[in-house]
């Protein structure tokens, strides 16, 4: 071990004796300067067992140093921000400290949300996007300083560790900081987006040209020891000092200065708006379906509403009588299940873009949930449905809306990572965490890149002079598709699962997916991830790229279905309660087409 590191970890073990906290004494594994796969694509994953605490990541490096915090004695909340610190490091194009986090926990009483989405500037707008008089091109607003809102990872995190912490905060961001300074190879991943067209305009960065990119410009090749002292430097004064470290005080001024400064797409985003950021821990949005009772993020996400609608839309129909079937690939869903989840996809597609917003800005109707969740109104949208495709829905009209709205049309990218963690306490959390697009704004700040989750909001404030929800204002947090979930056995209360994905918009189509296939299916939590992507954002019906077969989609087309076949790189993760031996235990699974890994005791 090299002499800084025995002295880090010497000074941790110390630290933590003083304050009589279980030590970590994190040790880098073995691989963590050899890349993690041998390619990025669909690679067939196992599942994987354990008995007393589980996590699930995206990258073996941060599966691993959430594995060793459970192992040490922490809690799932510590082994969550453990994996978050190293995948902002790892996995930095998804989610990082620049981004934000929904969090969804369980203590084994009660499910608590927090909400560390981002926020915009004080002095943002509703023509924040507007240009000429039009609205600006979606990607031109991405990349520079005009995407940036506050960041809420650090503070939502503190809030969590604050109340269900067992580990010292400090000890938590000893794996990040070792490999930071100690070099991680260049991932296969990490690679493959490099080389997508969107991360071309890095090299306009310095700071993130000299980090990822050769002197030519093309990427670092797989493999490439990565260091990031910076970035070690960050997190070893957030460590030290809390939060407020990145809040306020020189970090804070670096970002203010350079979204406010970029050369082509300046920002709003001050160091008052950086200071004043606070975490909200929300009310959770939980229903019931068959036999279960889910729970997740209330508004501003709109993935367990939408999931909360699909389902109840659906539960009714005889899913469980419609399993998949085989193809050549494997498993692939019946053309009727496709059928019935993209039609409920398309009608809670359709409520989500009218009603959902910020709850601080634009209650829902009914000023809350509940009311696009009650039994009638699903019923009435359920009837809907019928043997064909209706192509494109419209919202519904619950009985309570009284405030007459626009429908936004915002996109939402992709860039974003799932974590689920089950402790040995009985803990247990779905954390689904986001810089929004790939590299976010494409800003490097001290290590870590900045999220560009302004180009949530629409970029069209009102239609014909009706407001658009979702609309760009100043303090608010835009709409998110993020949906960390949580499952539980409405009988005993007992936990059932802990699920979430990456994806934009086509997260709910994703953990919607897992949730019918392993409650309605009986699969496992591996072989539902595993299983083709599918479903509809209220457009055409999408299934996966290379996973979907002839008859599928000409079963689909009989009956009115455009079918869009394309690339659905989701980047589930999900941990499962299950009986072995006559014992409960657990079981992971971890996306095929991603890094991730699962590990546990």
């Known amino acids: 071990m090299p002499r800084w590191l025995q002295a880090a970890v010497a000074a941790l073990l110390l630290a933590s004796c003083a304050s009589r906290q279980p030590s970590l004494g994190y040790r880098a594994p073995d691989y963590a300067q050899r890349a993690p796969e041998a390619a990025s694509g669909y690679t067939e994953k196992p599942g994987w067992s354990a008995q007393k605490f589980m996590v699930a990541a995206a990258n073996p490096l941060a599966t691993d140093a959430g594995y060793q915090v459970l192992k040490a004695g922490g809690s799932a909340v510590d082994a969550a921000i453990a994996v978050q610190m190293v995948l902002g490091l790892v996995e930095p194009q998804s989610s990082g400290i620049g981004g934000g ?65 067992k580990l010292a905060w400090k000890t938590l961001f000893q794996p990040a900081i070792a490999l930071a300074e100690q070099g991680f190879a260049l991932s296969p991943r990490l690679h493959a987006v490099l080389m997508d067209d969107a991360a071309k305009t890095l090299r306009n960065d310095p700071a993130a040209a000299a980090y990822f990119l050769e002197p030519d410009g093309t990427p670092k090749r797989v493999g490439t020891l990565l260091r990031n002292p910076q970035y070690a430097a960050v997190l070893r004064d957030i ?15 670096d970002i203010a200065a350079k979204v406010r400064a970029h050369p082509t797409n300046p920002g709003l985003l001050s160091e008052a708006d950086i200071a004043g950021y606070r ?23 709109s993935g367990p509403l939408a999931l909360g609608q699909m389902l109840g839309m659906l539960a009714q129909r005889n899913l469980a009588a419609m399993p998949p079937v085989k193809a050549d690939f494997g498993l692939e869903p019946s053309a009727e299940a496709v059928h019935l989840v993209s039609e409920a996809g398309r009608l809670a597609y359709a409520d989500r873009a009218r009603y959902v917003a910020d709850p601080d800005f634009v209650p829902l109707p009914g000023g809350n949930a509940q009311t696009l969740l009650s039994p009638a109104y699903l ?25 007459s709205r626009a429908d936004d049309r915002s996109l939402e ?30 800003i490097m700040v001290r290590g870590f890149l900045l999220n560009n989750e302004l180009t949530d909001f629409s970029f069209v404030p009102n239609e014909n002079g009706v407001p658009v929800a979702n609309r760009v204002e100043g303090g608010k947090r835009p ?28 997260i709910i189509n994703y953990v919607g997916k897992v949730l019918i296939g392993t409650l309605d299916w009986g699969l496992d939590v591996q072989q539902a991830i595993s299983l083709p992507n599918f479903g509809s954002r209220n457009g055409p019906t999408e299934l996966e790229e290379g996973r ?31 009986v072995k031996d006559g014992k409960p235990a657990w079981f992971g699974g971890a996306d095929p087409r991603r890094e991730g890994i699962v590990m546990g005791d």
Request: charged letters at 20%; glycine letters at 12%.
């Open 101 to 165: 986090l929904f969090l969804v926990h369980y203590d084994g009483r009660q499910v608590q949300t927090y909400d560390g989405r981002e926020t915009a500037p004080a002095a943002a707008t509703p023509e924040l996007f507007i240009k000429d008089g039009k609205p600006m091109d979606f990607l031109e607003g991405v990349v520079g300083g005009r995407s940036v809102g506050t960041p809420g990872v650090l503070r939502a995190l503190e809030l969590a560790h604050r109340q269900h912490g």
């Open 239 to 253: 460590a030290e000092r809390g939060p407020i470290a990145f809040y306020e005080g020189a970090v804070a001024h």
């Open 279 to 301: 975490a909200k821990l929300r009310e959770p949005l939980c229903f019931d379906y068959k036999l279960w009772k889910l729970c997740g993020m209330s508004a501003p996400s």
């Open 379 to 403: 019923q009435q949208r359920a009837a809907l449905i019928g043997e064909r495709s209706m192509g494109h829905a419209q919202p519904g009209v619950p009985a309570t809306q009284s405030l």
């Open 413 to 442: 990218l992709a860039s974003t990572s799932h974590i689920s963690v089950v402790d040995g306490f009985g803990n247990a959390i779905a954390m689904t965490t986001t810089i929004e697009n790939v590299f976010g704004s494409q």
């Open 479 to 506: 709409r998110s598709s993020m949906s960390p979930m949580l499952v539980f056995d409405r009988a005993s209360g007992a936990l059932v699962m802990s699920v979430g994905s990456p994806g934009g918009s086509a």
């Open 548 to 578: 979907s077969s002839p008859l599928l989609i000409d079963a689909l087309k009989a009956r009115g279905h455009e079918v869009k076949v394309m690339p659905e790189t989701s980047g589930l993760q999900g941990i499962q309660r299950v």
